[in-house]
Each structure stands twice: as structure tokens, then as C-alpha cells.
């Protein structure tokens, strides 16, 4: 519960890693992958960073709606290429 709202909240390991690899690695090249319409709790440090979403429905499997998702981040590697 924060600020009188119950919402899911991330593991302070997860969000300390992605503040870790964003200070090495740059913003443009950390990503944050989170189910649509789910309400996660991130830290005010960190909302400069705009999450990448999928759609879950009841009768899709995971791998499918992550599928696309990998596709993306793929592009988006391939066009940062390594420092």
C-alpha cells in the first residue's frame, strides 16, 4: 500500500539491478517489461524510463505475447549496436 492505494509492488533487488545497469549501460539500453493495464509501483528516480507493455488474455499463453515483445527489443538492440 502506498499513498492509500494497494498496487504491485517490485522486489528491491529488481529496481536497484535496473538503476545499476541504467547508470552503466544508459537509459536507452535498459528496458522494463511489465503485463498491461498492471499497476506497478516504480520509484520516482526511475519514471523517466517508459515500460514496454504486452497484452495477457485468459486464453493466450505467455510465450506467445512475449513473442512480439522480444521482437521489438530485438530491433531496438540492433539499431543501438554496442558501444
Known amino acids: 500500500m502506498s499513498r492509500d492505494k494497494v498496487m504491485l509492488a517490485t522486489r528491491d533487488n529488481v529496481i536497484f539491478e535496473l538503476g545499476l545497469f541504467m547508470g552503466r549501460l544508459d537509459s536507452k539500453r535498459v528496458f522494463l517489461i511489465k503485463e498491461h493495464k498492471v499497476d506497478v509501483k516504480i520509484p520516482s528516480d526511475l519514471l523517466g524510463i517508459t515500460p514496454i507493455t504486452y497484452v ?9 505475447v512475449i513473442g512480439p515483445v522480444c521482437t521489438d527489443l530485438r ?7 554496442v558501444r
Open 56 to 64: 495477457l488474455k485468459e486464453s493466450s499463453k505467455i510465450e506467445s
Open 75 to 81: 530491433k531496438v538492440i540492433q539499431e543501438l549496436r
